[in-house]
């Protein structure tokens, strides 16, 4: 296939606290994008001052977390005229802020979580159990399951030292799904066993801390569903190019949604290249099929 763009750069790094999560998914994304025959350009990003090499024809985002997600980054290179990968900064913005993401989605029908965003500890109303999370961070900073009342207060206090608002979400019981899109195409459906079913910070980026099912173990209904689903999801925030949607589905079957991501990680223990390896993409082509995506 011929290549859009030849010459393009990585953005890795970033100034959230998702910096070194982004570095490992960005030398991974360099290290697959030469084996697809570009030539790549690795940008350590360190802060929210964008410095670009001359000659870039386009770049692959790969800043998790703030400026990276937020819309901020993307508008950037939007008024420079530059190529990128991934959602554009309004659909990056409704997306990252949990709350604008989950009004958005109610606002069309789809099945969310009950939830509500509080200031003050005591203007909770949701009963327990439930889950809480800043309104903008990502990789599970900040986000604590609570399913006894004594736990809340303490949790509370690390949500909400973020940035001062907090999300409360009914929590779901039952199995961790997601499903990653690449174009306009939903990958298989990867069900994520954590630790005690919390799949926290640890859970995500300790090597063999959880465990995956590839392709998850559904009926050809529920595994339908939850691509209809994501699909949904996508198109309602205006997202192109990539995502990843998560889900819980309770004992009953029934699936609710919990968040998109629009630049999902590229770590050895991330979802998406395990979703692209089953449906039969390995890496490499994974990365050149996110570039080919890449527009302004």
């Known amino acids: 296939m011929t290549k859009q763009f030849k010459r393009v750069g990585v953005l890795m790094g970033g100034p959230s606290l998702e910096r070194a999560v982004s570095l490992v998914s960005g030398r991974a994304v360099v290290h697959g994008l030469k084996q697809a025959g570009y030539d790549v350009v690795g940008i350590d990003v360190k802060d929210e001052e964008l410095i670009l090499p001359d000659g870039l024809e386009a770049v692959f985002i790969a800043l998790h977390g703030e400026f990276g997600e937020d819309g901020v980054v993307q508008r950037l290179l939007t008024e420079r005229g530059i190529p990128y990968t991934g959602p554009g900064p309004d659909a990056s913005l409704r997306s990252f802020d949990k709350a604008m993401c989950k009004e958005a989605l109610e606002e069309v029908g789809l099945p969310v979580p009950a939830y509500e965003v509080i200031r003050l500890s005591s203007e909770r109303t949701l009963p327990l159990p439930i889950v809480i999370k800043p309104l903008r961070q990502g990789s599970s900073y900040g986000v604590h399951r609570i399913l006894r009342e004594q736990e809340y207060e303490r949790a509370y206090t690390d949500t909400h030292a973020y940035e001062g608002l907090v999300l409360v979400e009914a929590y779901i019981e039952g199995r961790e799904l997601t499903v990653g899109i690449v174009g306009r195409d939903p990958l298989p459906v990867v069900e994520i066993l954590a630790p005690d079913g919390n799949y926290d910070y640890d859970a995500k980026y300790t090597t063999g801390a959880s465990s995956y099912v590839v392709p998850a173990d559904l009926t050809a209904e529920q595994t339908a569903r939850c691509q209809e689903l994501a699909m949904a999801t996508f198109d309602t925030l205006g997202c192109r190019g990539l995502s990843r949607v998560d889900f819980r ?25 395990k979703a692209a390896r089953q449906a039969g993409i390995e890496f490499p082509e994974l990365c050149d099929k996110i570039m080919q995506l890449a527009c302004i």
């Open 249 to 273: 589905m309770d004992k009953d079957g029934q699936i609710f949604i919990l968040e998109n991501n629009t630049i999902p990680g590229f770590t050895p223990t991330s979802l998406l290249p």
